[in-house]
């Protein structure tokens, strides 16, 4: 009789009650991660994504009052989608030993403080890469980037961003301990004051 091999209990298949037999549990943990994946970077992208529209509806209503068309809002969609999952990725990038051991407002602090320098440099980048061709190079345009207008939008953009990382840096601490569910029913949920006022009221 030829004896038993040692089988990974991860590669043995599951029985799925709906009808189509069996089912391999990576196939399922694959689509369950992807699954968990889509959600995380679908609600991060709707946080950013009103930081963001907030951001650009100012610009609009500035730019109208000089009869000015403004032509923008699609950045909204694509930075949203591009600044979660970017956010999501450093989330699990640690900070280091010591900063575990710091209470939960120095972690917050770091990470918005580094990701708000990320994406300064990626703006600067970006007007430099813009104005590559009016100013004769990379390198010029970067030069004389702080000496023109479109530095202050710049600064504009990395504060309205930088206010959006630090809640989101402030909720994920919150949801650490609480839980995505816990999270969720604070929001849902009246106020405790509230409620004790209802309940010793009805006594």
């Known amino acids: 009789m030829m004896p038993l091999e040692d089988t990974d209990e991860t590669d043995l298949p599951v029985f ?25 970077i679908g609600i991060a992208a709707l946080y950013f994504g009103c930081w963001i529209a907030a951001l ?9 009052e000089y009869k000015i068309a403004f032509h923008g809002w699609s950045v909204a969609v694509v930075g ?8 999501l990725v450093l989330e699990h990038v640690s900070l280091g030993a010591w900063v575990r051991a710091q209470p939960a407002w120095v972690d917050v602090v770091l990470r918005t403080a580094l990701y708000s320098l990320g994406v300064a440099v990626v703006l600067v980048f970006e007007k ?38 630090l809640g989101y840096n402030a909720l994920a601490v919150v949801q650490r301990h609480l839980g995505e569910e816990g999270l969720i029913r604070i929001f849902l949920s ?14």
Not at 80 to 87: D, E, G, H, N, T
Request: hydrophobic content about 35%; proline content about 5%; overall charge positive.
């Open 128 to 165: 430099g890469y813009e104005g590559r061709h009016e100013y004769g190079g990379f390198g010029p345009t970067l030069q004389r980037l702080f000496q023109l207008e479109d530095v202050h939008h710049v600064w504009a953009n990395t504060l309205c961003i930088s206010g959006a990382l």
């Open 16 to 40: 799925d009650p709906v009808p189509g037999g069996y089912k391999d549990l990576n196939t399922m943990s694959f689509k369950q991660k992807l699954k968990d994946e889509i959600k995380a």
């Open 80 to 87: 949203a989608l591009v600044l979660s999952k970017v956010v």
């Open 190 to 203: 009246p106020l405790p004051g509230e409620t004790k006022a209802r309940q010793s009221g009805t006594k």
């Open 56 to 64: 650009l509806l100012l610009k609009s209503l500035v730019l109208a």
